[in-house]
């Protein structure tokens, strides 16, 4: 009977048992009068509640023993019980209050999201207004300047087409005399150089040795994974870029392992990046059909050069410092001057046009090679803008080419796990690095000096030049490698990954 009842406050069999007819809870009639006569309502519904309403419960009486006749104990025992009440009464206060402040906390919450959801939304649209502007600053530049005339501004306007001069308009005679001159320089120093190596070279025992001195994993988006390309700065070679999966490149310099920038700015990942060789000036290309150039410091973009229609796989500076060749699945190849953000001139293989995959110049700078989709590596003078050579052979898209510092050596690689290298003056294959099958290579590339070719893909690899023997290999990326790099005098090999790591290799 009255064992089963127990008090909705104190949670204790009652006494006296009582009913609230608003929420139908038990009571003990001498808690439940203190709180009516404290609030007028009904501790668990908030409704009015007088005394009168209670609805008293029949049970049968507990035989209690007597209080003992008035001495100190029982008046003891009683100022103990209404202590007891209030803390009860207390208690049940603390908890109902809880309650409120919880769901405050909760609605609070849910505005401090949104308003975050508002500022996110905002920043966005400034980062957009920003690249507008960037967007009309170099057109704005470009009309006056244009030779071609109204027609091309023309076409350009109606069909947003990237603006670029009737064919080699914008090669005009002062810019070839300067690709002229820097060549000649460059020839007379490379003659000069060729028949020491250079001083302070990493000797190639010392590559042998080579271990993993760090692997950075944050300089990328977690949630879309993968660095796709890497170059280094050769003035200051503690600096070194990344493009990224995630629509951004990054500087980073591996001597503090501080991240300097972050370039945001693409629309789609980054799958080319350029380290200007003596400025903080980078270049970087992507599938949005976009070629940034960006200053470091500021993180904001210089230059948008439009010069293609599709996406761009192929980015090379020219010695110059000044020129940009770039190459396109839109079968083009374009040069830029990347100060104004003009093209120059846009060239396609009226032969046997293919989308291209790769692009470099010749360290001279009048000649460049390009890679296609159908295996076929060309050769292109760039004042006549004529296709003077090809070298057949490889089979599947050419995935990455590399001069050789000497000038005397192209390496090429495909979809067909070979490396291969030619001859520029006989114009032929001289030698094939047979991989293993199904070993994928992303990118090539030379040190300085031309000494080591460094190779990555399934794995990391150097190579020895003129012997071609493999010095070291690296197995510590845990996906395909996209990209390697050498640092100056090669003292340090870097690397990336679809692991979404940047390794550094040295002694």
């Not at 404290?38 to 668990?44: A, L, Q, R, S, W």
């Not at 308003?115 to 009309?136: D, G, Q, S, Y």
């Not at 090669?171 to 060549?183: F, G, I, K, M, P």
């Not at 846009?346 to 110049?361: E, G, I, N, R």
């Amino acid at each position: 009977q009255n064992m089963s009842l127990i008090c909705a406050i104190s949670s204790e069999v009652p006494d006296q048992p009582v009913v609230s007819p608003l929420s139908g809870a038990v009571f003990e009639r001498r808690l439940l009068e203190k709180y009516i006569a404290e609030n007028g309502t009904d501790p668990i519904t908030n409704k009015e509640l007088t005394v009168d309403q209670l609805i008293e419960l029949k049970v049968p009486p507990v035989a209690k023993p007597k209080p003992p006749s008035a001495t100190s104990i029982p008046a003891i025992l009683k100022a103990l019980q209404d202590e007891w009440d209030a803390v009860m009464l207390h208690s049940f206060t603390l908890r109902q209050q809880l309650q409120t402040a919880r769901q405050e906390l909760s609605h609070a919450l849910y505005q401090h999201d949104a308003a975050t959801r508002v500022i996110a939304r905002l920043n966005k649209e400034v980062t957009a207004a920003r690249e507008a502007l960037a967007t009309l600053k170099p057109q704005a530049g470009i009309a006056p300047a244009a030779p071609a005339g109204p027609t091309i501004a023309a076409t350009a306007e109606a069909g947003g087409a990237a603006d670029v001069p009737s064919e080699g308009a914008g090669l005009t005679e002062e810019v070839v005399a300067r690709l002229q001159d820097t060549a000649t320089v460059l020839t007379q120093e490379r003659k000069r150089r060729g028949r020491t190596v250079p001083e302070g070279l990493t000797p190639a025992e010392q590559i042998r040795g080579f271990t993993t001195l760090a692997s950075h994993p944050g300089l990328h988006s977690a949630s879309v994974p993968g660095i796709l390309a890497v170059d280094v700065h050769q003035k200051d070679t503690s600096k070194i870029v990344t493009g990224g999966s995630d629509k951004n490149a990054t500087v980073f310099n591996k001597d503090t392992e501080q991240v300097v920038a972050i370039l945001k700015g693409h629309t789609k990942k980054v799958t080319c990046v350029v380290y200007h060789p003596t400025e903080d000036t980078i270049i970087t290309a992507s599938p949005d059909t976009q070629i940034r150039v960006w200053n470091v410091g500021t993180s904001q973009t210089l230059q948008l050069i439009r010069a293609h229609d599709g996406p761009v796989t192929g980015l090379s500076l020219h010695a110059t410092g000044d020129y940009l060749l770039s190459a396109s699945r839109d079968h083009n190849w374009a040069f830029s001057d990347i100060r104004t953000g003009r093209v120059l001139c846009k060239v396609s293989d009226s032969s046997a046009s293919s989308p291209l995959t790769a692009a470099q110049f010749h360290p001279d700078g009048l000649i460049l090679g390009t890679g296609t989709l159908d295996a076929t590596i060309k050769i292109w003078d760039l004042k006549e803008r004529s296709n003077v050579a090809n070298f057949p052979g490889h089979s599947g898209a050419i995935s990455s080419i590399a001069f050789s510092e000497n000038g005397y050596y192209l390496a090429t690689a495909a979809e067909d796990s070979t490396v291969r290298l030619w001859d520029l003056r006989k114009l032929k294959n001289f030698k094939t690095i047979q991989l293993d099958e199904g070993y994928e290579v992303m990118d090539l590339c030379f040190d300085q000096s031309g000494t080591y070719l460094a190779v990555a893909g399934t794995d990391v690899r150097v190579y020895l030049c003129k012997q071609w023997s493999d010095l070291r290999i690296f197995n510590d990326h845990t996906a395909m490698a996209t990209g390697v790099r050498f640092g100056s005098n090669a003292s340090y090999l870097a690397s990336t990954s679809m692991d979404r790591t940047l390794k550094i290799y040295g002694p």
